[in-house]
């Protein structure tokens, strides 16, 4: 059972910067896919992105593509989330989560297995 932390979480003005990171402990997530999704106050929790982590794959949701971009450590035991040009829109707690038995990224919370517990973001002056 593979266990995971979200960090990098915080305050940030519009249009600033944040990277958050997901890490296990349980070994590296090669032979994972991982996704980032964020839920917002009142709203139902929706996809991020995704990478693939054994060829580097990625996908982004159209809705934060081009200020977004995933990507692993060296070691393979982490994940990042680049999150560019902030606005409140992308306030949320954010959420890292490890996906073994699909082919390709999928897009639905509950198909992934493993959960962190979660890092919040406020983009707020």
């Known amino acids: 059972q593979l266990q995971l932390v979200e960090s990098g979480g915080g305050l940030v003005q519009p249009g600033g910067s944040l990277t958050l990171s997901c890490t296990t402990s349980?070994?590296?997530?090669?032979?994972?896919?991982i996704g980032w999704f964020r839920q917002a106050p009142g709203k139902e929790r929706e996809l991020v992105g995704c990478?693939?982590?054994?060829?580097?794959?990625?996908y982004i949701e159209d809705s934060v593509e081009g200020r977004f971009s995933i990507s692993t450590g060296d070691a393979k035991n982490t994940v990042h989330l680049q999150m560019n040009d902030l606005n409140s829109q992308d306030s949320g707690i954010y959420y890292c989560?490890?996906?073994?038995?699909?082919?390709?990224?999928?897009?639905?919370?509950?198909?992934?297995?493993?959960w962190g517990r979660g890092t919040p973001v406020t983009v707020s002056s």
């Open positions: 990478i693939t982590v054994r060829d580097g794959g990625t």
């Open positions: 349980s070994g590296t997530l090669t032979y994972y896919h």
């Open positions: 989560a490890a996906d073994w038995r699909g082919t390709t990224c999928r897009g639905r919370a509950r198909d992934y297995e493993s």
